[in-house]
C-alpha cells in the first residue's frame, strides 16, 4: 500500500482502509454491515425511510429494520432474499474513510470473493457462534490467503444466543487459529460481538467483560494495513504513451512500487535498455518525488523505444522477465479452463496470448489438499505453468499484487474468464535462444519454387475432409508442388498417441498438429491438414501459430444426419451403441467456423468438385 | 478561475484519500483511451461531470484531451447550466459534442406534459444511444458513484453494454486488481465510471482543494421556486405551467444534483461556498438523490433505466 505522500512530504491526515467481509449465509453479515454504518449515523433519512418501506415488503425480521435490503441493491435480489454480486459502501469515522467490498457467502462465492478480495487490506470473517468454524469459514480464509490479505478479523456473531459466554468464544477463536497458522503469515484478531444488539461492534459491551480488545470499529480505525517492509524496488508500467507535439515524449502511468525522482537511473524490464528519469511532470507542476500510487508522466533523459505494457524499473533490482511461469489460477468462467487453450492474459498494461501448459494440481479449498485433474471449472482454484507468446516482466504476486497479477481473457466470449497470481518463474526467457538460422522459410520455398500455405480442413467425422485432402494433394502434386498430408487418425497412431479425446486432449492434440504444420511450412512445403479440429479457439491458435504463412481454414460441412448415414467407419454406430465417448456431434460439441476462407458443403457436391474449389481458391490468392 | 465559479476555500494539502481516488481515475482514463477505438466522455455539466473533466486534463497532461465531451441536451436543463456548459468549452478549448433526440422534440416529449418517466426515456436514454451509435463511439465516461445508489454500488468500473446498450447485472465481468477487461465484440460498448469509488463528501472535497468551477445553482441564492410533492421547484423560465394557486416565491434554496429543471428539486439552505456545502453535508439527514423526482418513482427505478440504456 502507499507510503506517507512522498510527492508532497506530507503525513497522510486521513487514511483510508479497504475490507471485505464474508461469511455463510445468515450469519449476520448484512446486519452487521447495516449496525455499522447505522452507528456510525451513516443512514440517511430518506435511505431509512426507503429501507422501512422495503423491510415491510421484503424483509424477514418482522416489525425491526431488515438491514441486508440496505445492501442488496440488485431486483433480483431484494425479490430473491439472495446476494448474487459484490457491493462496494463507503463510510467514514472522524478516524479513517473505509471502503467495503460485501460479497455474497454462497452461489459462486470464489469469483465474487476472490473479486472483493484482489483489492482489499482486511478481511472480516464472520461466523455465527451458535455453530463455530465451518468448512465455508476455511473456504474464506484460504481465498483471502491466495489473495494475498494480510489482516483477518474473526467477527465472533449472535453472542447473545450463547449467553455471552467466553468459553464458547474460545473454543471457535482457538479452533480457528490454529487453521489459520497454516494460511502463512496473515494476522488474526477475534471479537466477540452481536450484530443485533450491537455489542462490541462501535460500542464496548458490558456483557463481554472477560474481552479486553477494541470494539471493531475500533480496530479498523487502527489496524495498518500490509506493512511496508521496507521501501520496494521502482515499478511503473507504461500505460500511455504521451505526445502531444514532436517536442514532448512523456510516459504515463501508476507508480506500482518504490518511488523515484528526477535523475533517476530506470531499465525497461526485459529489454536491457536503460536510461535516466528527467522529469516527473504533472498537471500541478513538477515533483520532486513520485511515490507508490501517484499517477504521473515521465520524462527521460534518452530517447530510447518504450510502448505501453513496457515496465520501467530499477536497474538495481530489476523484475524477473520469462515467458514461462508457475501461478494459482482461480477459474471463472462456466467454459472450464482447458491446458493447451489459448486465452489473452493482461498484466499491468500488457495483454498477450498465453496458454496454461500444464494444470500442476487443484486446490482443495477445505482441506488445502492438491490434486491431480485435467481442467478446472468454475470457482476452481488451480496452481498452473503458464507460457506466453512474448516474455512478460513480472514479480511474485507475493512481492507485489501490480506486478504480480494477470487476468485470463476468454478469445471468443471476451470473458474475464480467469485470474491469476504469479508464483514464480520457470526459466528465464533468456536461457533458450532462438538460434540465428540464415537459411528461413523463404529460401527453402525459393528452391521448391512455390509458395509454402497450410490448408486446414476441419468438419465432423464423415463430412469428407480425408478424401478431398486426398484428391488436393494428388492435384498439386500433378501440378510439381511439394507437399503433406498430415491426417487426425493417423497422427494419433504416432505422434499423439498418448491423447485421448476429452476437450483438454483435443485441445494439445490441435496444438502438436499446429506446431508441426509449421515446421513443415517453413520447410517450405504446402501443408494439408484434415482434423475434426473441432473448437473455434485451437483453429485459430494454428492459424497464429503459422503465421506468417498463409493459412487456409476450409469448413468441409456435411450435416450431421447425413454424416451418420454414411458413417464410413462405422464410428458413429459405436458412439451411439455407447461404446465411444465425447464423439464430436453426438455428445461433445463441434463449433463451426464463423468465417472460413472457404465453406464447402459435401451433401451436394462431388468430392471432385470440393477438391477443385480449393485449387481455384490457392490460385486465386497466387498460392500456385 | 472562472468568473462564473462562486468563491472556493483557500488551498490547502489534498487528503491522501483524495489522492488515492484521483490517482485511480487518472488510471482508468488511460487505460480507456490506450485500448477504445473512440471514446466519448459523457458531460452533463454537474459537480461530477466538472471533476471528471479536470481529472481528464491530469491524465492527459500536457496533451490535449483524447476525446471530445458530449452532453445529451434535453433542452430542459437549467439556463445556467447550459452558459456554464459553453463557457467552460471554450474556456478550455475542448471539442464539445451537443445532441437533441429531434424524434422527440418533434413528438412534443417533455416533462410536463409527457411525464418523468417518459421524458427520460426519450430525451435522455434514447437521445443518448442515438449520440453514441452516430457516432460510432465505443466507449462512454460517466460520472455515476457508487454510493449514489444501490444498483450503482454493484456496478462495475468498466460495465459492458450489450446490443442496444443494455446492461444486464448478472453477466457482469469480475473486475479484479487494477485489471480492466476492456474487450468489446460485435455491437458490444462499454460505459466507463472513473468516479465509481467517489462519494458525494469527496467530491466537494475536491471541488474545494481543486477550486474547480461549477454551476454556481450548487450554491445558496435567493431564487424563484413553487413547491411541489414536497419539493421545491424553481421556476426557471416561462414554460413552467403554474397550477391553479400557485406563486413562485423566492427562497434561498440550493441544488444538491441538477437536472431537468422541471424535475430538480432544490433543498432550502443557506450554503452559499463549497466551504458551507462541506459544512452541511456533514449534519445533512438526506441523501443527494432525495431531490431527483425520476428515481423516487419505485425503489428499482434507477436499475430498470440501466437496463435499458440509461448511464
Ligand atoms: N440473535 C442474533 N441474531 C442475529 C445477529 N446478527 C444477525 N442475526 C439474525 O440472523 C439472521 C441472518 O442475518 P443476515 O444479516 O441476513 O445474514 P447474512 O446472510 O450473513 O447477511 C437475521 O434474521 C438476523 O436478524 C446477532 O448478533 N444476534
Given at each position: 500500500m502507499a507510503a506517507p505522500c512522498a510527492a508532497t512530504g506530507k503525513k497522510r491526515d486521513r487514511d483510508l482502509l479497504r475490507f471485505l467481509t464474508c461469511g455463510s449465509v445468515d450469519d449476520g453479515k448484512s446486519t452487521l454491515i447495516g449496525r455499522l454504518l447505522h452507528d456510525c449515523a451513516l443512514i440517511l433519512d430518506d435511505q431509512l425511510a426507503a429501507l422501512e418501506r422495503e423491510s415491510r415488503r421484503f424483509g424477514t425480521t418482522g416489525d425491526a429494520i431488515d438491514?441486508?435490503?440496505l445492501l442488496d441493491g440488485l431486483e433480483d435480489e431484494r425479490q430473491q432474499r439472495i446476494t448474487i454480486d459484490v457491493a462496494y459502501r463507503f463510510f467514514a469515522t472522524p478516524a479513517r474513510a473505509f471502503v467495503v467490498a460485501d460479497?455474497?457467502?454462497?452461489?459462486?462465492?470464489?469469483?465474487?470473493?476472490?473479486?472483493?478480495?484482489?483489492?482489499?487490506?482486511?478481511?472480516?470473517?464472520?461466523?455465527d457462534a451458535r455453530n463455530g468454524v465451518l468448512a465455508q469459514t476455511k473456504r474464506h480464509a484460504v481465498i483471502c490467503s491466495l489473495l494475498g490479505i494480510r489482516h483477518l478479523v474473526l467477527a465472533v456473531n449472535k453472542m447473545d444466543l450463547v449467553g455471552f459466554d467466553e468459553h464458547r468464544f474460545d473454543e471457535i477463536v482457538s479452533g480457528f487459529s490454529s487453521f489459520a497458522a497454516g494460511l502463512g503469515d496473515a494476522a488474526l484478531h477475534a471479537i466477540p460481538l452481536s450484530a443485533l444488539s450491537g455489542d462490541n461492534v462501535t460500542l464496548r459491551s458490558a456483557r463481554t467483560p472477560w474481552y479486553r480488545g477494541p470494539t471493531l470499529i475500533e480496530h479498523l480505525e487502527t489496524v495498518e494495513p500490509a506493512p511496508i517492509d521496507g521501501e520496494r524496488p521502482f515499478r511503473f508500467p507504461v500505460q500511455w504513451v504521451n505526445r502531444p507535439n514532436p517536442g514532448f515524449r512523456g510516459f504515463s502511468g501508476?507508480?506500482?512500487?518504490?518511488?523515484?525522482?528526477?535523475?533517476?537511473?530506470?531499465?525497461?524490464?526485459?529489454?536491457?535498455?536503460?536510461t535516466r528519469v528527467k522529469e516527473i511532470v504533472t498537471f500541478d507542476g513538477p515533483l520532486a518525488r513520485a511515490g507508490e500510487g501517484d499517477a504521473v508522466t515521465l520524462t527521460l533523459a534518452d530517447e530510447i523505444d518504450i510502448a505501453r505494457g513496457d515496465l520501467l524499473a530499477d536497474p538495481r533490482d530489476p523484475p524477473e522477465c520469462v515467458d514461462q511461469f508457475a501461478a494459482q489460477v482461480i477459474w471463472m468462467s462456466e467454459q472450464p479452463l482447458v491446458p493447451g487453450r489459448s486465452y489473452l492474459l493482461k498484466i499491468g498494461a500488457r495483454t498477450v496470448p498465453a496458454t496454461i501448459t500444464a494444470l500442476k494440481h487443484r486446490i482443495d479449498i477445505e482441506t488445502m489438499a492438491h490434486l491431480a485433474d485435467k481442467s478446472l471449472g468454475a470457482n476452481e482454484i488451480g496452481f498452473c505453468n503458464l507460457s506466453t507468446a512474448a516474455p512478460i516482466a513480472f514479480d511474485p504476486y507475493q512481492a507485489n499484487r501490480d506486478t504480480g497479477a494477470f487476468i485470463l481473457i476468454d478469445r471468443f466470449t471476451n470473458e474475464t474468464a480467469g485470474a491469476g497470481m504469479i508464483a514464480f518463474g520457470l526459466r528465464r526467457a533468456s536461457n533458450i535462444h532462438w538460434q540465428a538460422l540464415t537459411i528461413g522459410r523463404?529460401?527453402?520455398?525459393?528452391?521448391?519454387?512455390?509458395?509454402?500455405?497450410?490448408?486446414?480442413?476441419?468438419?465432423?467425422?464423415?463430412?469428407?475432409?480425408?478424401?478431398?485432402?486426398?484428391?488436393?494433394?494428388?492435384?498439386?502434386?500433378?501440378?510439381?508442388?511439394?507437399?503433406?498430408?498430415?491426417?487426425?487418425?493417423?497422427?494419433?497412431?504416432g505422434l499423439n498417441r498418448d491423447l485421448g479425446f476429452t476437450d483438454a486432449d483435443r485441445v494439445e492434440n490441435i496444438r502438436r498438429v499446429g506446431e508441426v504444420a509449421k515446421l513443415m511450412a517453413e520447410a517450405g512445403l504446402i501443408v494439408i491438414c484434415s482434423f475434426i479440429s473441432p473448437f473455434r479457439a485451437e483453429r485459430d491458435m494454428v492459424r497464429e501459430l503459422a503465421a506468417p504463412t498463409p493459412f487456409f481454414e476450409i469448413f468441409v460441412d456435411a450435416p450431421l444426419d447425413e454424416c451418420i448415414r454414411r458413417d464410413p467407419k462405422g464410428l458413429y454406430a459405436k458412439a451411439k451403441a455407447g461404446r465411444i465417448e465425447?464423439?464430436?456431434?453426438?455428445?461433445?460439441?463441434?463449433?463451426?467456423?464463423?468465417?472460413?476462407?472457404?465453406?464447402?458443403?459435401?451433401?451436394a457436391a462431388a468430392p471432385e468438385d470440393s477438391a477443385e474449389a480449393i485449387i481455384a481458391t490457392l490460385r486465386q490468392r497466387r498460392i500456385i | 478561475m472562472s468568473a462564473m465559479a462562486e468563491p472556493v476555500a483557500p488551498p490547502r494539502p489534498r487528503p491522501a484519500h483524495?489522492?488515492?481516488?484521483?490517482?485511480?481515475?487518472?488510471?482508468?482514463?488511460?487505460?480507456?483511451?490506450?485500448?477504445?477505438?473512440?471514446?466519448?466522455?459523457?458531460?452533463?455539466?454537474?459537480?461530477d461531470s466538472s471533476v471528471m473533466l479536470h481529472l481528464a486534463r491530469k491524465a492527459f497532461f500536457p496533451g490535449r484531451l483524447p476525446f471530445p465531451l458530449l452532453h445529451i441536451d434535453t433542452l430542459w436543463k437549467f439556463r445556467e447550466m447550459i452558459a456554464f456548459r459553453d463557457a467552460t468549452a471554450q474556456r478550455l478549448g475542448i471539442e464539445l459534442i451537443v445532441h437533441t433526440n429531434q424524434e422527440g422534440v418533434q413528438r412534443g416529449i417533455n416533462p410536463i406534459a409527457s411525464g418523468s418517466a417518459l421524458h427520460t426515456q426519450v430525451m435522455k436514454t434514447e437521445a443518448l444511444k442515438q449520440a453514441l451509435d452516430r457516432h460510432g463511439f465505443d466507449a462512454a465516461f460517466g460520472g455515476a458513484r457508487r454510493d449514489?445508489?444501490?444498483?450503482?454500488?454493484?456496478?462495475?468500473?468498466?460495465?459492458?453494454?450489450?446490443?442496444?446498450?443494455?446492461?444486464?447485472?448478472?453477466s457482469q465481468r469480475p473486475e479484479l486488481w487494477r485489471l480492466y477487461n476492456t474487450r468489446l465484440s460485435g455491437r458490444e460498448t462499454m460505459r466507463v465510471f472513473p468516479l465509481s469509488n467517489w462519494t458525494e463528501r469527496d467530491v466537494w472535497e475536491y471541488v474545494a482543494a481543486e477550486e474547480i468551477p461549477v454551476v454556481p445553482l450548487y450554491f445558496a441564492a435567493l431564487r424563484p421556486v413553487v413547491e411541489r410533492s414536497g419539493a421545491w421547484i424553481m421556476v426557471d423560465d416561462d414554460r413552467l405551467p403554474l397550477r391553479p394557486g400557485e406563486t413562485p416565491e423566492l427562497r434561498r434554496v440550493?441544488?444538491?444534483?441538477?437536472?431537468?429543471?422541471?424535475?430538480?428539486?432544490?433543498?432550502?439552505?443557506?450554503?452559499?461556498?463549497?466551504?458551507?456545502?462541506?459544512?452541511?453535508?456533514?449534519?445533512?439527514?438526506?441523501?443527494?438523490?432525495?431531490?431527483?423526482?425520476?428515481?423516487?418513482?419505485?425503489?428499482?427505478?434507477?436499475?430498470?433505466?440501466?437496463?435499458?440504456?440509461?448511464?
Open positions: 438491514f441486508s435490503l460479497t455474497p457467502g454462497h452461489e459462486q462465492y470464489t469469483r465474487n470473493m476472490a473479486t472483493g478480495a484482489s483489492t482489499c487490506d482486511l478481511a472480516l470473517i464472520l461466523v501508476t507508480v506500482a512500487a518504490g518511488s523515484i525522482a528526477p535523475g533517476d537511473p530506470v531499465l525497461v524490464a526485459g529489454s536491457g535498455r536503460a523463404v529460401e527453402r520455398a525459393a528452391l521448391k519454387e512455390q509458395v509454402p500455405a497450410v490448408l486446414w480442413l476441419t468438419g465432423l467425422s464423415g463430412a469428407g475432409k480425408s478424401t478431398i485432402a486426398d484428391l488436393v494433394e494428388r492435384k498439386l502434386l500433378a501440378r510439381g508442388h511439394h507437399t503433406m498430408l498430415l491426417d487426425g487418425d493417423n497422427v494419433r497412431h465425447h464423439f464430436t456431434g453426438l455428445d461433445s460439441p463441434y463449433e463451426a467456423p464463423e468465417a472460413p476462407e472457404l465453406h464447402l458443403t459435401t451433401l | 483524495l489522492r488515492r481516488l484521483e490517482a485511480e481515475a487518472i488510471g482508468i482514463m488511460r487505460e480507456v483511451a490506450a485500448e477504445f477505438r473512440h471514446p466519448v466522455m459523457l458531460y452533463s455539466i454537474g459537480k449514489e445508489e444501490k444498483s450503482r454500488a454493484k456496478e462495475r468500473v468498466f460495465s459492458l453494454r450489450g446490443d442496444n446498450h443494455r446492461w444486464n447485472p448478472k440550493r441544488f444538491r444534483t441538477l437536472g431537468c429543471y422541471p424535475l430538480t428539486g432544490a433543498i432550502e439552505s443557506a450554503a452559499a461556498s463549497v466551504a458551507e456545502i462541506l459544512a452541511e453535508l456533514r449534519d445533512t439527514r438526506r441523501s443527494e438523490r432525495q431531490g431527483r423526482l425520476i428515481d423516487g418513482d419505485e425503489d428499482a427505478a434507477m436499475e430498470r433505466k440501466k437496463r435499458e440504456g440509461y448511464f
